[in-house]
């Protein structure tokens, strides 16, 4: 089933924090219903389009299946009466929602229980607020500081490496926060869980992604 999807097509009373429909964010399910990764809606109606996937949609606590053509012909529905609780995106036949969660029909594998190091995880872990004046910045703001400075032998591991504005890491330069004459606002820790799929937990818009995800166990990759 080819399906083309307008980038530019989305609903506009959905949530303007995530952008375009299509970069809307789809936990993705492997065939026993564990949570294996989080990819974009985009790659989420390729899986659809193909068949190898379906919808998972949670209702009154329990879940419905349904296969891609089905999920097509309730967006009307969905639009008349819960267009709050979806993104939106339009192909060149219809509008419809994103899904929240799929599942991949012949994929058993579990996912990875390391959390990736890399420095989207470190901001989700800081909340995207620098650890020396406290205050939050936008992602392209905020630098990356290694609390001792590699020119003193820190390495970078998660227990080294924090969130900082640029302002307080010129400040603090090749110096640890003590001969700065800095304070961290916390002290950074390895995260047990994937910190940016916690950030998501607390929105409503993500609550049904609670009935699959055990957040004492799973830490899932993003895409």
């Not at 709050?84 to 229980?113: M, N």
């Not at 800081?126 to 390495?155: A, I």
């Amino acid at each position: 089933m080819a399906m083309a999807i307008s980038a530019d097509g989305c609903d506009p009373s959905r949530d303007s924090n995530h952008g375009s429909g299509l970069e809307a964010r789809v936990l993705v399910l492997n065939r026993l219903y564990a949570a294996i990764r989080v990819i974009d809606a985009r790659r989420a109606f390729s899986l659809l389009a193909r068949e190898v996937a379906e919808v998972i949609a949670v209702e009154d606590g329990s879940y419905r299946n349904y296969d891609f053509a089905t999920w097509s012909d309730i967006a009307e529905l969905q639009r008349e009466f819960e267009p709050e609780q979806h993104d939106w995106v339009r192909t060149t036949r219809f509008t419809i929602a994103v899904p929240k969660i799929i599942r991949v029909l012949d994929y058993d594998k579990r996912p990875r229980r390391t959390v990736k190091l890399n420095r989207r995880n470190i901001y989700a872990r800081d909340l995207n607020r620098c650890q020396y004046c406290g205050r939050s910045f936008p992602t392209r703001e905020l630098t990356l500081d290694h609390v001792k400075p590699r020119v003193q032998g820190g390495d970078n591991a998660w227990e080294n490496l924090v969130c900082a504005c640029v302002k307080c890491n010129a400040r603090k330069g090749g110096r640890t926060p003590g001969q700065a004459g800095m304070r961290l606002v916390r002290k950074p820790v390895r995260p047990r869980r994937n910190p940016a799929i916690t950030v998501r937990l607390g929105s409503g818009k993500y609550d049904s992604w609670k009935a699959f995800l055990d957040e004492a166990y799973w830490t899932i990759e993003l895409h």
